[in-house]
T-cell receptor
Framework: AAGVIQSPRHLIKEKRETATLKCYPIPRHDTVYWYQQGPGQDPQFLISFYEKMQSDKGSIPDRFSAQQFSDYHSELNMSSLELGDSALYFC???????????FGEGSRLTVL | GQQVMQIPQYQHVQEGEDFTTYCNSSTTLSNIQWYKQRPGGHPVFLIQLVKSGEVKKQKRLTFQFGEAKKNSSLHITATQTTDVGTYFCSQGDTGYALNFGKGTSLLVTP
């Protein structure tokens, strides 16, 4: 069965650089979520999109932005990277069943 | 969504022992979900509870939703090494994203 695809899986950046993460949701899933998980932490919700419109916003820094495209894939853009942005970034998608999110393998961002 | 609190933070058991993690809220929850995340892996959906007093079972796992819908528990009978991971409860209002608890990390030694 198709799963949520995230790329890249690993990314190393310097401080103040920019990074873009991509997410391809499960086909026919209409909602995409972005979560950030620091080491030993719980996933922190950043932002979500329903049918290409932003549907909910969490603790996403102003330096970050995201969008969902016509093919339903989503991108998370991070600028002016800081050391504290180093984390696992998960994308998840869901269909009409509330509460059941399907997570991708994650993109590990390291900021040096 | 409401904030949910999980206890314990860590649990170390011998294989074959039982394990329980608890999720609590100060306010009434509309629903609660449980996810498992293996070390180095991603969260995987286990179950969702919606009804007051609801009990659901998945093989050795038993999930409960309190009568007042303010707490939930996940109980694993006779743990196995494959149960190792972090168990998160989460909550989200319809149409909104899920808020996760801090999780309970389970270590099972043979």
């Amino acid at each position: 069965a198709a799963g949520v695809i995230q790329s890249p899986r690993h990314l190393i950046k310097e401080k103040r650089e920019t990074a873009t993460l991509k997410c391809y949701p499960i086909p026919r899933h209409d909602t995409v979520y972005w979560y950030q998980q620091g080491p030993g932490q719980d996933p922190q919700f950043l932002i979500s999109f329903y049918e290409k419109m932003q549907s909910d916003k969490g603790s996403i820094p102003d330096r970050f932005s995201a969008q969902q495209f016509s093919d339903y894939h989503s991108e998370l853009n991070m600028s002016s990277l800081e050391l504290g942005d180093s984390a696992l970034y998960f994308c998840a998608s869901s269909s009409q069943i509330p509460g059941e999110l399907f997570f991708g393998e994650g993109s590990r961002l390291t900021v040096l | 969504g409401q904030q949910v609190m999980q206890i314990p933070q860590y649990q170390h058991v011998q294989e074959g022992e039982d394990f329980t993690t608890y999720c609590n809220s100060s306010t009434t929850l509309s629903n609660i979900q449980w996810y498992k995340q293996r070390p180095g892996g991603h969260p995987v959906f286990l179950i969702q509870l919606v009804k007051s007093g609801e009990v659901k079972k998945q093989k050795r796992l038993t999930f409960q939703f309190g009568e007042a819908k303010k707490n939930s528990s996940l109980h694993i009978t006779a743990t196995q090494t494959t149960d190792v991971g972090t168990y998160f409860c989460s909550q989200g209002d319809t149409g909104y994203a899920l808020n996760f608890g801090k999780g309970t990390s389970l270590l099972v030694t043979p």
